[in-house]
């Protein structure tokens, strides 16, 4: 039988669509495809399938007939559900792969039509012209149909049951996604499923069922994200002829991510967390960690999947998905526009040094997922409010401004710590506190434990946060644990019990430890810097580079980033702008108007909460602009002639970055 040809889409916005024809589970499977325009005021009625496409090996065929054809087929199938020889001369077909097969049989009607736009019928995969415009518009697609579905696949390993638990904890309870509160829902039954401090109820079918369905690969694709989060209030997850509503599904999920839970489901929904508490509109800075998970094919998708997710203004720097671009030239030109429209560097937070990696260090290498150090810290403020500098050498070299601070001395890599006990994460703890002679003062005059304390949390703190974040552990808490471990205490599990200042402060340590490297530099300074990291490393700070960076020396001028790292004493602008004074305090404050969270900064003596930086004032500059940016946008930046920071005292230099 030959193999359908698609026909040109007509030029501006349209899409085919597929009708499903009825059939029994084991027929073959029929469409008839129809072109419509595509009008974004929600007039088009389809549904649109979220699945993920599995391995095009062994592929199995969909049957395309004409438009002419009757809906009604049966009378021209033979008993065994298959086209007769005069049907099969009329017919054209299209490879699909088995998982799409299995789908399509479990989601037609017995009865009648079903409308639907699959990305792997609808587009035509040959052609890279159309399959840019198309999934340009995906977004739109999924956001405008009438119901999306999300197949998970066919029931295996007690789905149903994890199904129904997971609608039943969602029933439930009531969670905020942006502040990550859990609450009982209105009218709940069972008010404790509201209180993320006490535990599930979880035995082993409950843990394992539920571990098997959030393992399956829907859960990991990327291009589900745009699907499911653009969805509207109808949306639907399908598992076998199980289905529930999404967002009572999601809210079931953020129960069990939320609350203390059985530890072989700590990790696993510790990886979903991006996925679990995405964002309405997310920004290109923030994903690799919301992402990090997630898997494709095409290394061009990790930009192309997500953009219809994206604010407005990064959505025009990916603009139009072009697949005649390699995606090293794609990642190169949005790393650059992204300078350009923000005055920052701040994407270099993005890159760890991949010795196999064909992009320049300093282009984010997005096709490799994960996220970065740089990218798992909320303290970015090492460069102040001060704008980038920077200018494109040549193809390939970035040349950009900072101070070398320190250099790593010694380094010290430490395990994979996120799905660890808290015994381990104190064994890991206690080895790097126990080589240290803690007494005397820090390089910011505050005790050596405190800048232990400090720098094993990312100087993650209750009071870091404005409204205090009460799942981070308080100073004199963190504080205590450190004594007690340089002092010959031993670990007693009663004294971490799940939810208390100490068990937090163990649990914020592992996310900053894991997989990284604690380090000594020189001059006092101590830091957690990326696996990648060795000794004679020199760590700088750049104008407009938000957190520290690793720059490994070449020679002639030339380096290659390392990645960025986290040091205490060049994390708030000491670099460029000396300490702050002593009652002011850098914190996180949430703004209940973008319901984002900005760098600003407390005076602990009056307690009032502000965004400008003290220090600024005391420069040779006309602040006004920029104070009434800082109205408009709490992320606003003020351009500085290096010459004013010289006079200062501050040694800048250029470094060319390769």
Known sequence: ???????????????????????????????????????????????????????????????????????????????????????????????????????????????????????????????????????????????????????????????????????????????????????????????????????????????????????????????????????????????????????????????????????????????????????????????????????????????????????????????TPDYTKSYTELYTQVTLQWFSKYGRLNLLRHCELNESALCPSWVPDWSKPGATLGTRTRVKYASSQLEAWYELRQPGTLRVMGVSSTVVKKCQLNPQLTSSGYQEIFRVIRAILLKQDLEGQYVTNISLVEAYVRTLLFDGLVDSFDPPNNDYPDLNAANLVVKQMISGYEYNQNDFIFGSARASFLKTASHALSDNQFFWGTGGYIGIAPKSAQVGDEICVLLGCELPVLLRPLGKGQYRLVGACFVLGLSYGEAFLGLLPTNIRPVHMYSEVTHNWYSGFKDIISGKTFYEDPRLKLLPLDLSRFRGQLQETREALIAIDPDILRERGVELRCFDLV
């Open 1 to 319: 039988m030959a193999r359908y040809r698609y026909r040109t889409l007509p030029k501006g916005s349209h899409i085919r669509l597929a009708t499903i024809h009825p059939g029994n589970f084991q027929d073959d499977i029929f469409i008839t495809f129809k072109t419509s325009p595509f009008s974004r005021d929600g007039s088009l009625a389809y549904e649109a399938l979220s699945y993920v496409w599995g391995s095009e090996d062994d592929s199995l065929s969909v049957y395309v007939c004409r438009t002419s054809i009757p809906i009604v087929i049966r009378g021209l199938l033979n008993s065994s559900g298959r086209p007769d020889a005069a049907f099969q001369r009329r017919l054209r077909e299209i490879p699909v792969t088995r998982n799409l097969d299995v789908a399509l049989r479990y989601l037609r009607y017995n009865d009648k039509p079903r409308v639907m736009w699959i990305d792997a019928l609808c587009i035509n995969q040959l052609d890279d012209s159309e399959k840019g415009s198309q999934v340009a518009m995906m977004g739109d697609i999924f956001r405008l149909a009438s119901r999306v579905v999300a197949w998970l696949g066919p029931e295996a390993d007690d789905s149903n049951y994890a199904v129904e638990l997971l609608r039943g904890l969602g029933s439930e309870v009531s969670f905020h996604f942006d502040l990550g509160l859990l609450s009982p829902a209105k009218g709940c039954s069972n008010p404790s499923l509201g209180d993320r401090n006490v535990g599930l109820d979880f035995g082993v079918k409950e843990s394992r069922s539920i571990y098997d369905l959030i393992s399956r690969p829907w859960f990991e694709r990327l291009w589900i994200r745009q699907e499911i989060q653009l969805a509207n209030s109808q949306a639907v997850v399908a598992c076998g002829y199980q289905q529930v509503n999404w967002s009572v599904f999601r809210q079931g999920l953020a129960c069990v991510w939320a609350k203390p839970k059985p530890w072989e489901l700590i990790d696993r929904f510790g990886s979903l967390q991006g996925f679990i508490l995405q964002a309405e509109n997310t920004a290109l800075i923030n994903i690799r960690l919301e992402f990090e998970n997630s898997m494709c094919r095409d290394p061009r998708d990790r930009l192309y999947g997500i953009s219809s997710l994206l604010h407005e203004d990064d959505k025009a720097i990916i603009s």
